[in-house]
């Protein structure tokens, strides 16, 4: 086996002498097998070629002979083992013998091996060549389907194309028939044709193209002729405008001279340009109030002009970069959520309590020389006016006092100037959500920041909340309609309260103050004294036994202020527990009663008692004369005064037994007590100067 693949691997070309099939010697000289007689193939060519003979020999009479020659190697090696298990003397010579035929048929099986291996080259070459052959022809087959799938692509293309003149809009083919020329339009030809008659449109459509291409060309002509002369009258304006600056600027003497501020005006109202829609209201109602009713009124802008004309158009800030919420339910699937950005909660609350760079200031002056400034501030995220108040008295004005220490206060000045308007919370309840989402909980925790957001400020910018889901739009008739009357409010209020501070310093030192319109409304001689006056808090108003009536009335609020008054005469001594409301004036002061004579003695078991509560509470208005509606809580306490002393004197006459004898008779009375009721004459009479009942 061995042997058979060594020459399988060099394939050598074999010289082969004819000899008779008989002869089994080798040339020793050449030592080349020589084959059988019957392998020869002819003796007329020296050299011949194996892969010609292998080619031309049949391979089963060589599968024969592989078989042949296999069992003679068989047999021969069988006789050599069979001779040399003899012993004979010339086993030697014969077992030669044999080997030299047993190597003449190896000689054979190395021949067939090769001849195989030959036939086996040859067909993978030729499978090679096949395969190859194959190849091309696939890749002959790719290249003609790429070429189908092209030509059919444009084919495709082709049934598809749209031409340009599809996307013109052509006129119709009866107003082309009855406009175009016959020399163009071709009804003859085009009427059967609608191909001509598509080309004869379009032919049409060109013309008319042209002649107005012609026509743009004249208007243009015409505009760069108009563009120069305005130009030019441009440049003769520009040059007009440093001469009228100084024109202006030569007249500002004479405008001060005159008060005629026209440069601080029309610096104004460039500026009123760029506020919020609100503000802007407010400013127009303001300053036309001012010309027309009160020229002491003052109406200026302030701010950072940049940072508005930057801010535009004043739009409700939404707190998208903040959002929590989800999206809709109703959004699809194939939406993408907007990435939400989280914020600090200081950021939130900068956010939402924004103000617009310009605000408003107005100041209310009074006769007496105190003026009140009120800053308009617009808040962008919230969509409401806030105010921020500034009083300032006159010199000689008494502006503190123990007991009334913050009635002048920024805070309680104007608060409650129409029932109900404290000014705490925001008027737009839209706001509570963005107020929540902000982290802040009550909005009176950002007054002092950005102000009180009064309704009557939102009236007087022309808002109006009505709900939550309407954006308010600045009414200009509502603000012209509230102007006037919050105006006067506010000349009533301060007056009011500055007044009041001084009334309550007055009534702290133990004097009551009456004015010289009003002295004629008490009898000249009051014994009666205020012992003290003092301020109290809500929580002890409350729980006085006496005051009980008013509070179960539901009047008492915490915003309210509370007194308490001591007056004394003699022994007796008269306690006065006062409800004063913010709205003082347009809500009188309420008094109650307890008089401790040997005996407490209230409105629950004292019908003159009572008697005296309602001449102070329910008459006030006698007590309100021209040119000193200020003073009405003075006059209040005088009328008290005068009251306490009628119930002394009256009771003391009256009664023998009960009460000190100390009380004289000081006041004229006609009668002393009248009615089952027993009525004490409490209402004076001024004209006569004697005491009456009601």
């Avoid at 009635?407 to 919370?425: A, K, V």
């Avoid at 920041?449 to 109006?464: I, R, T």
């Avoid at 007044?499 to 009551?512: D, I, K, T």
């Avoid at 004292?606 to 005296?612: G, K, L, P, T, V």
Wanted: aromatic share 6%; net charge neutral.
């Amino acid at each position: 086996r061995k042997m058979a693949t060594s020459a399988g691997k060099k394939r050598p070309m074999v010289r082969v002498s004819r000899t008779d099939s008989s002869s089994n010697l080798a040339d020793k000289d050449s030592k080349k097998p020589k084959l059988d007689a019957g392998d020869r193939q002819g003796e007329s060519a020296p050299m011949y070629n194996e892969e010609e003979e292998a080619a031309q020999r049949d391979p089963a009479r060589d599968v024969g002979l592989y078989k042949t020659a296999c069992d003679g190697i068989r047999q021969l090696l069988q006789e050599i083992h069979q001779i040399r298990a003899s012993g004979r003397k010339d086993a030697a010579a014969e077992v030669a013998e044999r080997k030299i035929q047993a190597s003449m048929h190896f000689i054979t099986l190395k021949k067939l091996n090769r001849m195989a291996h030959m036939r086996c080259k040859k067909a993978r070459d030729t499978t090679h060549e096949h395969k190859q052959k194959v190849d091309s022809y696939h890749l002959q087959l790719q290249n003609l389907l790429y070429e189908v799938l092209h030509l059919q692509k444009e084919i495709t293309k082709c049934l598809e194309f749209k031409s340009k003149d599809e996307e013109i809009e052509l006129v119709d083919e009866a107003e082309f028939y009855r406009e175009a020329p016959k020399e163009i339009s071709k009804p003859d030809v085009t009427a059967q044709d609608p191909h001509q008659l598509t080309l004869a449109r379009l032919d049409w459509e060109l013309e008319q193209r042209k002649r107005l291409a012609e026509k743009c060309k004249d208007y243009e002509d015409q505009k760069e002729e108009i563009s120069q002369e305005i130009q030019t009258r441009r440049d003769q304006l520009d040059s007009l405008l440093p001469r009228l600056n100084t024109v202006l600027e030569s007249t500002k003497s004479l405008q001060e001279a005159l008060k005629m501020p026209f440069d601080e005006v029309r610096q104004q109202h460039r500026m009123a340009q760029f506020l919020p829609r609100p503000l802007y209201v407010l400013y127009v109602q303001s300053s036309a109030y001012q010309q027309a009713c009160d020229p002491a009124l003052t109406v200026t802008i302030e701010g950072d002009l940049d940072a508005a004309k930057a801010t535009g158009p004043s739009t409700s800030a939404a707190l998208d970069v903040d959002s929590d919420s989800d999206d809709e339910e109703g959004t699809s699937e194939k939406t993408r959520r907007r990435r939400t950005i989280s914020l600090d909660p200081s950021d939130r609350r900068g956010k939402v309590l924004h103000k617009h760079p310009l605000q408003v200031n107005i100041t209310v002056k009074c006769k007496d020389g105190s003026s009140l400034a009120l800053t308009f501030h617009y808040l962008l995220a919230l969509q409401i006016v806030t105010v921020i108040v500034q009083l300032r008295p006159v010199a000689e004005a008494v502006t503190s006092s123990v007991s009334g220490g913050d009635l002048l206060s920024p805070s309680s000045l104007l608060s409650c100037l129409f029932p109900g308007d404290h000014g705490n919370t925001t008027p737009n309840p839209a706001n509570q959500f963005l107020l929540e989402r902000a982290g802040i909980e009550d909005f009176n925790e950002c007054v002092k920041e950005v102000g009180k957001p009064y309704v009557w400020a939102q009236q007087l910018a022309g808002l109006q909340f009505l709900n939550a889901e309407e954006l308010p739009k600045p009414d200009t008739r509502l603000s012209s309609t509230h102007m006037e009357k919050t105006m006067k409010a506010l000349k009533v209020r301060v007056r009011a309260r500055l007044a009041l501070v001084q009334q309550l310093a007055s009534l702290e030192r133990g004097s009551v103050p009456v004015s010289r319109e009003c002295q004629r409304l008490f009898h000249t001689k009051i014994v009666s004294q205020l012992l003290s006056w003092k301020s109290i808090t809500y929580d002890d108003y409350i729980v006085l036994p006496y005051s009980q009536p008013v509070v179960d009335t539901g009047m008492v609020r915490d915003t309210d202020n509370f007194y308490l008054a001591v007056m004394q005469r003699g022994s007796a001594t008269l306690t006065a527990s006062v409800l004063l409301s913010p709205g003082y004036l347009t809500c009188p002061p309420v008094f109650s009663l307890s008089l401790s004579l040997g005996t407490e003695r209230t409105a629950g078991n004292d019908e003159n008692i009572r008697a005296m509560e309602h001449e102070v509470n329910v008459y006030y208005k006698e007590l309100l004369v021209k040119g000193s509606h200020d003073q009405l809580l003075t006059n209040q306490l005088q009328r008290l005064l005068m009251c306490l002393d009628v119930y002394l004197e009256t009771h003391s006459s009256s009664s023998a037994t009960e009460g000190p004898s100390e009380f004289g008779r000081e006041k004229i009375c006609p009668r002393v007590v009248r009615g089952p009721g027993r009525c004490k004459p409490f209402v004076y009479n001024s004209q006569h100067g004697f005491f009456t009942q009601r």
